[in-house]
Each structure stands twice: as structure tokens, then as C-alpha cells.
């Protein structure tokens, strides 16, 4: 099966859309633009879901859940979230169906029309601000600080699986707090639990920053994101964070009395990462025979696969990998033992392959005899032979040293693929070569921004948080630049 | 805060709507018969979740996700499915808004009509068996079990927090069966899950068994019901497992290459519980003091007040509680240690009174001196003084003994509540006077059944699956009845 894909080098895009296919992790449905999420790809998702919703409870939130309709009005009243947002959404107007007169279908019911049109939430501030406001009115009712698990809707006119779906699944923390400086903390605090995800679980390393004002969410006084740079030299953004203000606050009336006893506007954050890190963790790792995921995010960390020639021998296996299962659930590892009769071993190594599993281990009738058997990994494709004993032990250190290597090898491959360029002509000669990541400076200005967008369909994709701060001029205008930004093409 | 409950003697459908919203679990949102899950309504939701995933789990399920919205020309497909489903539903017409020329709103884009309306899904069968067509091939492809938690919309026209709203949750399970013999013992064995659900989490009793055809799921060949009694005397359907037959495999053509290498239709299930189970959970064990919660489901199990005069009692209180925390978290038990001086210990004590806490500790300065505390169980109201050492263990036994009471309780509360009659004057008499569950002899037609709904609103809630079997007369028509069926109203 892994022969079918397609070669990174021949057509990275092809090969994204192949490994998601062919590893089952999700495909198209009948409806324009939405997704079906596999089992297997979902329960990737639900490790993904688990460690994010561990650390949410640790930073101190908890989960709710607000309607999936939001009434069309209320996209009014926050005038940069409407133009941001309320474009291009999913709208019911009408809340029946009857029997086509003149048919066997059903249509519309005229009658069934709503007084105002509900939109499928494309996000949830909106709603959520309005409840909000009935819930807060002294400091003591803040801080708030929910999330929640939620689909969302945003018709996409293109759409690829995972990366840009019309329906996604994703959380949304929407938070109030009594000041600014504490709403400031709060985005500062997710977006650093979602870097640690992003590096500690994904083994992918991310970019932290600000995104520039052309860049911001619909209605946030400032957009924190963290930007991962995918193998075919495109940033992807993975997660962002937004201190709001106070303007969600002030569309929808939200006013406390603070602790001098005075009335002031609640102040929000909001912050989200969805599915689409599905399509950043595929591409952050894998290769031309398949998926590789992470051993912490990998539904099924070890597949053991008995090789045998008569049922003598399998029993014999058997009983040995009864062992080996035991010593590994107790462990906390999650195996799978596939002694399928109806596969080849062959098959069911490209298999594992394909469906990146990170450790596969393989018995047969002379490991038997010498009390040993072939461990392979995931990451380099390498095996060795190994004593059978304390295998379990031997598997469990494998699966960290995986899980940090893999991280290494997209670390090393972005310091490779990340450019400091002072040159515009080298910078749009550079961005095409080669792709990546480039650190220029930047006159600060929109406009500027829009041209190198224009010209190069490369963007800011944040100004970053951590690095060395040195001035400097921008490639394209020669003004002054406080420090430089990160550009790149972008998913 | 409890005295603000209206007392269930008084109007039991005005207690439960106050309990609903006082003791924060769910509110009605700006959008009709939609609401909000609280925080801490959300928490119960989630251990519900937690507990039942592991249960599929168990039984050879996984997760996936289908889409939320549905082509409405789907709903034609399966006849019998259109005429239950199709009808009272939230209808996608369109898919862009844009500015109001005359206004500062936003109105719906004319042009952007959809070619197909989509159908906010209300049950998943047609888009899921509709993906099946390409799963499935050979019985090699057999069984799919799968599972998905989401959330779905039937346009209810009057709707009741938790129990009927136009959008809620639940989890939707949908298998595909080689054989009929395969799916019935699947049909069976999850409502079994569900009722092992109810009784070993919920601690509510539950009476399992078959749905008269009247009452079948739209596109079901049968359809089994676990059926509880709230303490009104009405019966609320808490899950359903239905044996879909080859009604949605012919439906959506889905066909596969049997063992003997003959073509057939797949043999379908489909099953769910939803949100309406957090309704069940309240109306099964709460009083007019508040929730009472089984511990299984509890977010909170103990809370710890301590009760001072002076910041040093507070310092000593703190000393031992820290203590008590750790020894109650190393069991695994969830606590919260309430010392927040801005509330006094009475207001503390009916907060959590009203909350559901199984179980309260207090410790005051003589409790200090004498190393005991105050030990109070939500579920009788009751109190003791007992010793500090331990108190981790006899807090753990504490909560099995809630947990097994109410149990107990509900079960006596049904048991009395049970009425066999065979005068169908006397049926109508006692359903008036005192309700509960009726176990009356029928003559099998969906005539009688329907003479019985108009004339006294009660239905046959199932055939029941246990119990003795015994034959009679019909109460109504002294037509042959081979078992007494299920009478009640209910919700």
C-alpha cells in the first residue's frame, strides 16, 4: 500500500492528500466541503483533545457549552468582528420541511420561515458575550474563564481535509476578566500551554508571536499565534490567542463594578486551536511510506507482528507475545497484536508504516529459540535484534527517544529552512528556491506589508516573541525597523 | 439559597425548573429552545461522557465524525425515516450575508442560495449509511462499530432544559452487521450498556425492553428502551438502541460480498443517550433542598468548610485540612477545601446542599482540639462526628454507601410506584390519582394503544424484557394478551 503514494518531491500536495486518505485518517463528504474524520484519524483527535483538555483544567478553566445558532443580528454589533466573520457562513432560514405535493421528496415549508435568521456559529463570542452579560456584575463574578469543544462552520470556497474544512472541530476559550493587565496574562498563559502542546506532544516546534494588525482576529486588540513551518517550506498558523479589549464587552453591554465601585467593561480573550493541527502534525513528520506520529499522540504505539510458517509456530508466538502484551499494558503502552491469518507479515509491515505506528515488533520461530525478536522504528525506519527480555522496558525508552527525535529532526529542519535576508531581491529569489522561513526587517507599515503579499504571496506571520532583538531597515523601503519579523508562504 | 426553590409538592415542573437554573447546570440562550450548559452542568455531562465512552470502548467501538449538515434529499430515501425526521427541522438555505445597503446590519446575499438545501442533522443514519456505501464491500468489512459525540437539532415547538431543546447532545452509535442475528445481539447488547450506565452510575433504576410499533424509531424494525420514573410519577425513555434491519442498506444501496460469495445488504444498528440523561439524573434523586448527586457523577464529592472566629483557628484549620486534601486526593477522591472568607459557613452549607456535594466535612476549633470532625451526607441529610485519623477511608466507604442509597431509594420509589391492574376504570383512576409505572395486560393492536394515549395520555412505555411472564385478558377490549406491557406518562 505505501507504494501508492505519492512522492513528497513529485507533488508534496498530492502526497498530503494521499497519506490522509490512505492512512483512514479522514476523507470528503457528500456535502461541499465537509469532512468525515475516520477512526482512526479521530482517535488521534481524542489523544489531541485529552492532553489540551488536561491542560486547559490545569490553567484553571472549565468546559461549557453554548447554542450552535447565533442570531444574525448579533454579528451587527461588533462592526470589525462582522466584516472578519458573518461573510461567509452557513444561514437556516426556515425550520421545516413538508411533503413535495407533486412528488416523493421533501421541500421547504414556505410557512416555516424565521422571523431572524439563525447563523451556524463560525466562532462563539458573539453568543457568548450576550450570556455573559447576565452573568457578571460585581469583580467577584470575574474572572470567567471557560472553554469549549465545538464544531464550527466557515464556508470555505476551497477546502482541503484537515487544513480548510467548511465544518471543523476545534475548542474556543472565551475569558472575562476585571483588567487589562489580566486579560494580557491570560492570552500570554494559552498561548504558551498551546506551544508546549504543540512541541511537548506534536514534537512540533512553533514560532511564538504577535500577528501584525492586517493579520488580527475580527474584534482582538491583539493576536498571539505560534506559526510551524511544514516540509515543503509553508508556515502553517497552528494556534492563536486574542486579548479582545474591552470591545466585545462594549457591543454587548457587559459592565462590572469594579473593586473601587465604580462601573467599567469586562475585559476578553479568546483562544483556539482546531482540527487543522491535524494537517500540521501529518506534516510536520511524515514521509513517502507513510504517516509518522508521535509516540504520545499515537492511538497504537507498538504493533507486533508474529511471523510463522504452521500453526505450531504461531502458538508457540502466541504464547510468548501474551507476555510481551502484559508487560506492556502495564507499562501504560498501547500495542497491537496482529496475528491476522489473512495478511502477510509483508502487508502488515507497510501497514504500520502507512498508519505511522512508532515501534513494530516482529517474532519469529528463531527468536523463539535465542529469546530475542526485531524491533523496527517508525522515525528512521531502522530495526535491530534484541533480547526478548525486559522488551517492554527496551520498547518504553524507544518510544521517548522517538518522540524526541522526531522533535529534533523538525527543529533542525526549520533552523535549516529559516533565512535572515536583508535583500527584497534575494528574499523573493530565496522564497522561491527554497521556501521556508525568513526573518527581514519590516517598516512596520500595512502598506508595505500588502506589497510583499502581493508580489510574493508571502506574509508576516508574526512578530516573534523570543529571538534577538536588532534593528535595522526594511528590505523593501529602506525605513527604519525596530526588529525583524517572520515572513513566509502560508497554508 | 435552597429556600429560593419551589417545593416539589407545590409544582414539581416549577422545583425542577428552579433546580435547573439555581444550581447553575443549564439556562435558556437568546436562541429559541436552545440553551446554555453551565459549568457546572457541563461537568456532570462530562464524567456521563467519560464513563460511557469507556463503556463503547469496551465493547468494541471507536469514535469517528460525520458531518453536521445533510443534503435534504437524503431524508427521501428511507421512507419511514422522512416522515419521523425530515419534518421540524433547522433548514441551511443559503451561505453568505452581506452589508445592508440601507443599514449598518447585515442581511442574507440573495445569490448565495444553495443549489440543495442542507438539513442540520437531527439523527445521522442517512449521511452515515450514505458513507457506509463505500466502506463496505466484503464481510471482511464487517463489523463497523462506531460512535459519535455531537450535537443535533429537532425544532421542537415547547422545550424543557435538559429534557426536550432544540439543539442538544448525545452520542450516536451506527454499526454495520454481516448478519441479523449479528446486529439484534448488537442492538441488545448496548442498551444493555446503557442500562448498566444508568444503574452502576446514575443509581437510577431502569426497566428495559421492547417499544410497541407506534412508538419505533422512524426506520427501525425494533426499537429497545430503557424506561425510568421520576419521582412525579411520569416515566422519562432515557436510551434507545434500535435494530435498523437492511432498511437504510437498501436505502443508501449498501451492499456487500457475503462468506458464500453472494450479494446482500448490510444489517444496521443505531443507538444514543443525550443530554436529556442530566434531566433523568436531576428528576431521579434531587429534593427540595437541592441536587443529590450520585458520588460516580459528582464533579465535586466532598467539600471541606471550616468553620473560625480568627485568622489563627483559620491557620490551624487550613493546617489540617491541607492533610485531609492530600490523603483524599491520593484515593482519588475530588474535594474542594472552601475557605473563602467572603461567605459565612451557613451560606457555604446550602450552596452545596443545593449542589448536589455528596458529602460534607466541617471542622471548627473544637474539632482541632478533639482531632474529629463533622461528617454530613447530602443524600439524608444526616450528620455525625467522627474521628480525624482515617477520615480519608471513611469518607471512601461513605461515598459507596450514597451511591448504593440511592440506588436503593429510587429502586423502593419505583417498586411502590409499580401498579399491576386489570380494571381499565381503575387504571385511569389510580394513573390520576397517583401515576407511576402500570403493568397492564394488551391486546397487541396499535388501536388500543392509541384509544388508551387519547383517552388518559398514558402510553406503553416497553414490552418489558424481564419479569414474569404471565397471560390475560386486555383491560380495554378483554381481547388475549400473552405478557403484561409498561403504562405511564411521561415525558
Request: aromatic share 10%.
Amino acid at each position: 500500500m505505501a507504494k501508492e503514494l505519492t512522492s513528497r518531491s513529485e507533488s508534496y500536495s498530492q502526497w498530503y492528500n494521499d497519506l490522509v486518505i490512505k492512512a483512514d485518517l479522514a476523507e470528503y463528504s457528500a456535502v461541499r466541503g465537509c469532512m468525515v474524520i475516520k477512526p482512526y484519524g479521530y482517535s488521534i483527535w481524542e489523544k489531541m483533545q485529552r492532553a489540551l483538555d488536561d491542560m486547559f483544567k490545569e490553567t484553571g478553566h472549565t468546559n461549557a457549552y453554548f447554542p450552535l445558532f447565533i442570531p444574525k443580528s448579533f454579528f451587527s454589533k461588533e462592526a470589525n468582528h462582522v466584516e472578519g466573520f458573518a461573510k461567509e457562513c452557513a444561514v437556516v432560514t426556515h425550520y421545516r420541511l413538508k411533503n413535495d405535493p407533486d412528488g416523493k421528496g421533501v421541500i421547504v415549508d414556505p410557512e416555516a420561515k424565521l422571523e431572524e435568521e439563525l447563523i451556524v456559529r463560525p466562532t462563539s463570542e458573539t453568543i457568548i458575550w450576550n450570556t455573559y452579560r447576565n452573568w457578571i456584575q460585581s469583580y467577584r463574578d470575574l474572572p470567567i474563564k471557560l472553554n469549549q469543544w465545538a464544531n464550527v462552520v466557515r464556508w470555505e470556497m476551497r477546502t482541503r481535509l484537515f487544513l480548510r474544512t467548511a465544518e471543523f472541530l476545534w475548542q474556543e476559550g472565551h475569558t472575562a476578566h476585571a483588567t487589562k493587565e489580566e486579560a494580557i496574562e491570560e492570552t500570554e498563559t494559552m498561548l504558551n500551554v498551546y506551544a508546549r502542546f504543540a512541541e511537548e506532544w506534536m514534537a512540533m516546534p512553533v514560532v511564538k508571536g504577535y500577528k501584525t494588525a492586517n493579520e488580527r482576529f475580527a474584534g482582538a486588540l491583539e493576536t498571539m499565534t505560534m506559526e510551524a513551518l511544514m516540509q515543503d517550506g509553508k508556515a502553517l498558523q497552528s494556534g492563536t490567542s486574542h486579548f479582545l479589549g474591552q470591545n466585545f464587552a462594549k457591543a454587548f453591554d457587559v459592565q462590572f463594578t469594579n473593586k473601587e465601585g465604580k462601573l467599567d467593561y469586562v475585559w476578553a480573550t479568546s483562544w483556539g486551536v482546531s482540527t487543522r493541527l491535524m494537517g500540521a502534525l501529518i506534516m510536520s513528520h511524515s514521509d513517502d511510506h507513510g504517516l509518522v506520529l508521535p509516540p504520545k499522540l499515537a492511538p497504537v504505539q507498538v504493533a507486533i507482528v508474529p511471523i510463522y510458517k504452521n500453526d505450531e509456530q504461531l502458538a508457540q508466538i502466541n504464547e510468548v507475545a501474551a507476555k510481551i502484551c502484559a508487560e506492556l499494558k502495564a507499562l501504560g503502552i498501547s500495542y497491537k497484536y496482529d496475528n491476522d491469518d489473512t495478511k502477510k507479515p509483508g502487508w502488515k509491515f507497510a501497514e504500520y508504516e502507512l498508519k505511522g505506528v512508532p515501534v513494530r515488533l516482529a517474532i519469529g520461530p528463531r527468536d523463539i529459540e535465542n529469546q530475542t525478536l526485531e524491533m523496527a522504528r517508525r522515525d528512521t525506519l531502522t530495526k535491530e535484534v534484541v533480547p526478548m527480555a525486559g522488551i517492554a522496558d527496551q520498547v518504553k525508552v524507544l518510544l521517548n527517544d522517538i518522540q524526541s527525535n522526531i522533535f529534533r529532526k523538525a527543529y533542525a529542519y526549520r533552523e535549516a529552512n529559516t533565512t535572515v535576508v536583508d535583500d527584497y531581491e534575494e528574499f523573493k529569489r530565496l522564497l522561491d528556491e527554497k521556501g521556508g522561513f525568513f526573518l527581514c526587517h519590516w517598516d512596520g507599515t500595512s502598506e508595505t506589508e500588502e506589497l510583499i503579499k502581493n508580489e510574493t504571496k508571502a506574509t508576516i506571520r508574526c512578530i516573534p516573541l523570543e529571538g534577538p532583538v536588532e534593528p535595522g531597515k526594511c528590505m523593501v523601503t529602506g525605513k527604519p525597523s525596530a526588529r525583524r519579523v517572520l515572513f513566509a508562504r502560508a497554508y
